[in-house]
């Protein structure tokens, strides 16, 4: 079957392109020693390799104080939890290396985030893994999954590690040159997720390379896992390389590919800020206003809170004077920390606007970039001339930061709006229009015209009101009410609808675009009235059910995380198909019971609501109706009334004809019903299907990071039963 989730499959070959990555079992997370499930090729070939000291040294050999041994300390193996879009979890391993007090290198492919390899759920690096037998001298650190710094292209990623493992460990030291054709190299790494080992016989510097290249070609000997490696020069004087990639992807004939630390270095500020420090400040410095006592070296960046203007001051107190100020977001080297400062307060030492050491309350400093860590483009100067007067859009037009497409896009415009003008940019076809707000965006002109045309038809229905509008009728028996009701039974019950008898088509018809085999046949249902929640289940209605003690909170399951999404009256998310049946236990408790999970004929019926086309609105998708993802797979995408990258509070686009809310995209819905891989076997009545294995359940609706043609009315998808995932919520229906 079909799945329009973008899952990628991690190979376990040697020769895989820029994914030396091996994936183990899920539980297998959190242990140090990983386990290869016996009886397979792969894993006999992997330990008759290993086996094979003359290629794969194990630093157990060489004595604690040796010189390899010293070498090797600030290496480690990553350890990451992956997640696919729909929850299904598997594990890997890489190689990474401390730069700094709290930062690690690594390949981006390792840790992608969001990307190709799924959500990299939970990320740990191990730390002095040098015997199988002897684990006492391993460390764990919690790392943030989301890198500080990525580049794609070169293969790399900063991490933040939750901790100092500097501390004990040290850094590595970066080398800002290459090595010449045929020198010797030294590589450290944990080939296949074992403890520490170092290439050395063989390993060398494989042939010249163009200096615009960004390449190194190299002869150590590697396995999965060695992603992310660095690759020490003859006798260990630093790294020239990050090994990224096995033989036969990207380099000539049996080598392998790194990338040239000297390219890193050119596009990191992190990596050349690191290189800077390799020398550590002196910890008492001048910054105008006398010495200032530093009570620990930092070296790191952080940025400034997202305020006006920050002041940067002369030395540990706010009488000292100013240097400067720092903007809104910007970034900024912090050298030290003064615990208590001379007014009591706790300062951060940075190097001031000016290049000069000054001083920043603590407060005022953070992390994480405001807004993400994108580098901030330069736009060229631009003229405004004032003006007055209307116009209106001959069509969807984006309102930018700037009178270029290369700005940011603030809103989007419908067909027909009216907008007033403000200015006309000199030289260029841009209007600078006022907001509704009080300020200010700029659109093209040639998406204005002087006269208001009728404005495109707009997906509209008798019974679509507003939510802030529209109240529920509360405390009476939802069986009394007529059809299309809205009512709610009781404080901490969800907003229900009353859905009427009807008779309708389930699945799509061989004509629809994107039509996937699991949706037909067609079959003619019938529907006995029921109702079903106006709303997804949001963070506020499940931690109620949470502090009531019937909801579980644990670190996978249900309200475990809201993946920095936001909580409040977003959709629920990490919640399983067992879960979104306690809650319904939850609100049966307080209610005159009747409330489940929807069945997939009776999801479907409501999620048309009339309606035969691809989605209720018509044959095709639109960002003005639901919250999805980009074109092609796969990532969030806020766009016209989409305003959110992942997923947005419910009940912020247009209800269908039946006044119910985000059945196409936000999350994806658990139903009733097993999945099976057509629609033959429905129950003509609407019941769910609950036949064969059952070995996974049906989820509908498609969610913000999908694809248009999975939020189709008809488009189904399997999911383990017991598998959360971050797109992944539910709605409950009642029984009347």
């Known amino acids: 079957m079909k799945i329009f989730i973008c899952i990628v499959s991690i190979f376990l070959g040697v020769a895989s392109a820029a994914a030396q990555d091996l994936m183990f079992d899920a539980d297998q997370f959190g242990n140090n020693d990983l386990e290869f499930k016996q009886g397979t090729q792969t894993s006999e070939q992997y330990e008759a390799i290993l086996g094979n000291r003359a290629k794969f040294e194990p630093l157990l050999i060489y004595n604690a104080q040796s010189a390899l041994r010293k070498l090797s300390e600030p290496i480690g193996r990553l350890d990451i939890l992956y997640r696919n879009l729909i929850g299904i979890r598997g594990m890997g391993t890489c190689t990474a290396s401390i730069i700094s007090s709290d930062l690690i290198l690594t390949n981006y492919h390792c840790v992608p985030g969001t990307g190709d390899a799924g959500k990299a759920r939970d990320v740990e690096l191990v730390m002095g893994y040098y015997d199988e037998a002897n684990q006492n001298t391993v460390r764990r650190y919690s790392v943030k999954s989301d890198p500080v710094e990525a580049n794609k292209d070169l293969d790399y990623a900063i991490l933040r590690v939750l901790g100092n493992p500097s501390e004990q460990y040290g850094t590595i030291k970066i080398l800002d040159e290459d090595p010449s054709a045929g020198t010797s190299l030294t590589m450290f790494h944990h080939p296949a997720g074992y403890p520490k080992y170092v290439s050395r016989t063989g390993c060398r510097v494989a042939g010249n390379f163009q200096p615009s290249s960004d390449k190194i070609f190299h002869s150590c000997d590697t396995l999965p896992g060695s992603s992310g490696a660095p690759i020490f020069t003859e006798f260990g004087r630093g790294v020239v390389g990050l090994h990224y990639a096995g033989p036969g992807s990207t380099g000539p004939g049996k080598y392998n590919s790194a990338k040239r630390m000297v390219k890193l270095l050119e596009a990191s500020p992190l990596l050349r800020l690191n290189k800077a420090f390799e020398t550590p400040l002196v910890e008492n410095s001048v910054g105008g206003g006398g010495a200032t006592r530093i009570d620990e070296v930092l070296n790191k960046i952080m940025y400034a809170q997202d305020v006006r203007e920050i002041a940067v001051y002369r ?50 400093l953070t992390d994480e970039a405001p807004g993400g860590n994108d580098p901030v483009v330069s736009q060229p100067a631009f003229e405004v001339l004032e003006q007055t007067g209307t116009r209106y859009t001959t069509g969807p037009a984006n309102v930018r930061l700037g009178p270029s497409t290369e700005y940011e896009i603030i809103i989007q415009l419908g067909g027909g709006d009216e907008v007033t003008l403000t200015g006309e940019v000199v030289g260029r076809d841009w209007y600078r229009i006022a907001m509704a707000d009080g300020s200010v965006g700029f659109v093209s002109g040639r998406l204005l015209r002087t006269e208001k045309q009728p404005a495109q038809p707009s997906y509209v229905d008798a019974r679509s009101t507003p939510p802030s509008t529209r109240a529920p009728i509360i405390s009476v028996d939802p069986a009394t009410l007529p059809d299309f009701a809205l009512f709610r039974e009781c404080a901490k019950c969800p907003d229900m609808v009353v859905i009427p008898n009807g008779n309708f088509t389930m699945g799509s018809p061989s004509s629809e675009p994107t039509r996937q085999t699991d949706e037909g046949p067609q079959q003619r249902v019938s529907i006995r009235r029921f109702a079903i929640a106006r709303f997804e289940t949001t963070w506020d209605e499940w931690d109620a059910c949470v502090s009531a003690g019937y909801c579980n909170q644990g670190p996978v399951t249900a309200a475990g995380g809201d993946n920095s999404y936001g909580k409040g009256r977003r959709p629920v998310i990490e919640v399983d198909w067992a879960d979104a049946g306690v809650f319904a236990s939850y609100v049966n408790t307080n209610s005159r019971s009747g409330y489940r999970r929807p069945t997939e004929a009776e999801w479907e019926y409501a999620a ?107 488009n189904r998808n399997r999911v383990l039963a017991d598998e959360p995932g971050y797109t992944v919520g539910f709605r409950l229906a009642r029984t009347l």
């Open 315 to 364: 030395s540990d107190s706010a009488s000292s004077g100013v240097l400067g100020t720092l903007e809104a977001g910007e970034k900024v080297i912090v050298t030290g920390r003064i615990k208590r400062g001379q007014d009591g307060r706790e300062w951060y030492q940075i190097v001031g606007p000016g290049g000069e050491i000054g001083y920043v309350f603590a407060s005022l």
């Open 608 to 714: 048309r609501g009339g309606t035969t086309s691809a989605y209720p609105w018509g044959s095709s998708a639109s960002h003005g109706f639901a919250n999805y993802g980009k074109d092609e797979c796969c990532t969030g995408l806020a766009s016209g009334r989409d305003q959110w990258v992942n997923t947005a509070p419910v009940g912020q686009f247009l209800d269908n004809p039946f006044g119910l809310y985000d059945m196409h995209g936000n999350v994806y819905e658990w139903v009733e019903d097993c999945y099976r891989s057509s629609l033959s076997g429905q129950n003509a009545n609407g019941a769910a299907y609950l036949g064969g294995k059952c070995t996974g359940r049906v989820i509908r609706g498609g969610s913000w990071l999908n694809t248009p043609e999975g939020l189709r009315s008809a």
